[in-house]
């Protein structure tokens, strides 16, 4: 498993969508397939499947995972102090997505939630949404930037286009 960089005062968490938190790079809904000690004939595995210099070496979400992690560097770089204590997590899908859709409402691609209960401001970004708004790596890469670009501007009180030049309205 991989441990994320730590950056003091900036912390990126991953939850689920009934909120369970994971640790990055994991799922909450039990053990991932490299992460089991045997295969099921019990000889264990041999080595990776992939190596690690292919495309398919880490899984869609991992890839989603450091999209949200380089943009919340990029902007931590940016602005430095502004943004310690600011959690930074990625959600699948948003909570009552359900009933957003019976009412024929747009399903959010983030949200942010201001610092309570003994926790700093929280920007999470809603993996599932953001994924089917777009059509390529790049497309996706860009999207993620803006969305987490926006909420964090949301945040700080300011426009996104001065919290980082390189965003680009592409999405509502």
């Not at 949200?68 to 948003?94: C, H, N, T, Y």
């Not at 700080?156 to 309205?169: F, I, S």
């Amino acid at each position: 498993m991989q441990s994320q960089p730590h950056i003091p005062g900036f912390t990126i968490r991953l939850t689920d969508a009934g909120g369970a938190q994971a640790e990055a790079g994991t799922h909450a809904a039990g053990r991932g397939f490299r992460q089991r000690r045997r295969n099921r004939h019990g000889r264990g595995l041999r080595g990776d499947i992939m190596l690690a210099t292919l495309p398919g070496h880490r899984t869609r979400a991992e890839r989603f995972d450091d999209f949200v992690m380089d943009s919340a560097e990029r902007l931590q770089d940016m602005w430095g102090k502004q943004l310690d204590g600011v959690l930074f997590a990625v959600d699948e899908i948003p909570p009552k997505l359900e009933q957003l859709v019976s009412r024929g409402e747009t399903a959010p691609m983030g949200s942010y939630t201001p610092a309570g209960g003994g926790e700093g401001p929280m920007i999470t970004i809603y993996r599932r949404v953001v994924e089917q708004a777009t059509q390529g790596r790049e497309e996706l890469q860009d999207l993620v930037h803006d969305v987490v670009v926006e909420y964090t501007a949301e945040m700080l009180g300011v426009a996104p286009e001065t919290l980082d030049p390189v965003y680009r309205r592409r999405y509502q």
